[in-house]
């Protein structure tokens, strides 16, 4: 587990390192000029940022960064608790908080899940 906290790390870093590299507009509301997730656990839209749960920005931050934002059940489970063990409760409790966290904060995502696919869905 160790080493899977150590890889989510750098990766983490390394993202966050990337936006910080590029030059980013100056917002007007007083929000983030980034976009997406921002370690340790904000995660900005808009001008707008909300505060996330450590396991519920894990799971933004996995999805955000995959192609298409989707992964597979098993994919997700192992980026987010580091086993591919995933019970329907725990993955209902951050859907749930996550999607409550984006609708207060009116940040156009949503996550869901689709059969064995999980997804960070970005509403029109």
Do not use: C
Request: aromatic share 10%.
């Amino acid at each position: 587990h160790e080493f899977l906290r150590a890889v989510r790390f750098q990766r983490d870093r390394d993202a966050f390192l990337r936006t910080q590299s590029q030059e980013q507009p100056a917002t007007t509301s007083g929000g983030s000029a980034l976009e997406g997730p921002i370690p340790p656990n904000r995660f900005a839209f808009g001008g707008v940022e909300v505060v996330l749960q450590p396991k519920d920005w894990e799971a933004v931050n996995a999805l955000y960064q995959r192609d298409h934002r989707t992964m597979g059940v098993d994919d997700f489970a192992l980026a987010v608790w580091g086993d591919e063990e995933m019970r329907k409760a725990q993955f209902d409790g951050i859907r749930r908080r996550v999607n409550n966290a984006f609708l207060g904060a009116d940040i156009p995502f949503q996550l869901a899940k689709t059969g064995r696919q999980i997804s960070l869905d970005k509403l029109k």
